[in-house]
């Protein structure tokens, strides 16, 4: 059976690499204004889209006028879901009767699905009615990841340019990413959900008499529709409060494979966009072999982890033959859910199909550094842009070796852009630590404040995966942390809306600037940055600066917690 398990694990992986490359090629001809299948579907669509809006898609924008107009209709979206989760009581389509968010709810939310993090302070079946669901967060799960893809496209396109300040339009890439990428994959994957079981209804809840012979009350919903773009668009957020735990929104084995694949195929199909828009397979291939060098270093151990089981266990004499198996789904296995958390934390998506605050020590730990790199796959977008960061480093520590001045793409790397390079890279850690050290210093001065029920060890890595979950944009939690208080919802929800945002205006700032300079022709002495030379040094560029960082609080947290499992 454990053998079967892991087999079926490099079948997830392998299938999501195999359709990530036509789907990439697909990407780039759409970001290049190329014709496709999809043409005659959303040409007249797109078009009465701006003629109605009064957009002109043709005009030209420089770096600075596309984050303007990101920023501004984030904002937009913002105060539209503040409205929406404040009033929903009196709102059409709640038909269980849930009530208005709070102020301070409401607030971490809205950012949470803008941002495309979906990190939940509520329980989804209870928090939110079906126009909240639909019309706020679902919305908000689409444009939040076609806003990230629309970024990565304007970075393709400056490091395309020779010398020009002109890079696309931001609109352009933001509509055809929501509606000639997002959407089919969403319908393919709704589709296949539906047909598995997973409910699309505007029906309220229904009343079942167990085999014990209770009557319970179970939540429905228009589901299907909402769990294909949480996986799709990397978001995350569960229709129902234990996501992809709960039956209707992951029915079996079968649908579990399909939104393990629905969650990786963008990610990994970004990065061949890149090579097949830049004409250079060479270096998406390396961007891709080292992201898949950072994953199997943090996949590998956490399945060993969870098939071996809990040594405290194994001294009591207990069969462990199926692995770890609290908090997790019978249907589905200690590797498949193992799989998924790594998954699930390298590209930011967040859902979960196993409890992780169940984890043992060891995937507490790598869950944690794969959110805390930020840079291996990542979500939609974002993650090109967050490794970017990391191309930037690498070439500028490579030039300082070999005495020469780092180029780039044909573009020499000055200070100005190693300064927002490491601004960005390094902001990342702030946040996390600067929260999780405000936390515990509350929590230590009010012991008990109610947070934790897990004090020690494990209490401290509750707190510090909240930030770190919240820093990377992920939104998966040690669900054994009392979040939904003001101060959580405040604190988060500022780092949500600083993490987003500062690791998407760096790099397209950087990319912008260089695009406007002076295109040097490569030569015998140009540092080649598409071989696997330089792919290592980037890779140990990521490795230094992660632990340097936060192998400190590691300590404090799962790896003090993995050596007390042995004191027994």
Known sequence: MLYTELLGVLLFFLASFVLAIPLGKYIARVYAGEKTLLDPIFNPIERTFFRLSGIDASRQMNWKQHLLALLTINMIWFLLAMFILMNQSWLPLNPDGNPNMSADLAFNTSISFIVNCNLQHYSGESGVSYFSQIFALMFLQFVSAATGMAAAAVLFNAMKERISDKLGNFYDYFVKSATRILLP?????????????????????????????????????????????KHVGTNGGGFFGVNSAHPFENPDYFTNIVEM???????????????????????????????????????????????????????????????????????????????????????????????????????????????????????CGVGVLNFYIFIILGVFISGLMVGRTPEFMGKKIEAREVKIAMIVALFHTFLILGGTALAAFIFTLHPDIGWLNNPGFHGFSEMLYEYTSSSANNGSGFEGL????????????????????????????????????????????????????????????????????FFPALTLGPIAEYFSLYSF
């Open 261 to 379: 694949i629905a969650q990786t195929i963008i990610p990994f199909a970004m990065i061949f966009a890149l090579g097949f828009y830049l004409k250079r397979k060479r270096l998406s291939w390396m961007i891709f072999s080292v992201m898949t060098l950072g994953f199997a270093l943090l996949v590998i151990p956490t399945i060993i982890s969870e098939v071996q089981g809990n040594p405290a266990i194994d001294a009591m004499h207990v069969d462990q033959s199926l692995g770890a198996m609290e908090g997790k789904e019978i249907r589905f296995g200690a590797a498949a859910s193992a799989y998924w958390s790594i998954i699930t934390t390298v590209i930011s998506t967040g859902s979960v199909n196993a409890m992780h605050d169940s984890t043992m020590p060891v995937s507490g730990l790598t869950q944690l550094l794969s959110m805390m790199v930020n840079a291996i796959y990542g979500g």
């Open 482 to 549: 009392g979040d939904n208080t003001p101060w959580w919802n405040i604190s988060t929800g500022i780092i949500l809306l600083l993490s987003r945002f500062i690791p998407i205006i760096g790099p397209i700032a950087i990319a912008g600037i260089l695009a406007n300079k002076k295109y040097i022709p490569e030569s015998a002495g140009t540092l080649k940055t598409d071989t696997g030379t330089f792919g290592l040094m980037v890779f140990a560029v990521m490795v230094i600066i992660t632990a340097l960082s």
């Open 185 to 229: 994959l969403c319908v393919i994957v709704s589709v296949i959900l539906l047909f598995r079981g997973t409910p699309m209804t505007w029906e309220g809840k229904d009343s079942i008499i167990t085999m014990e012979g209770d009557t319970v009350q179970v939540s429905r919903g228009p589901a299907a529709a909402f769990v294909a773009i």
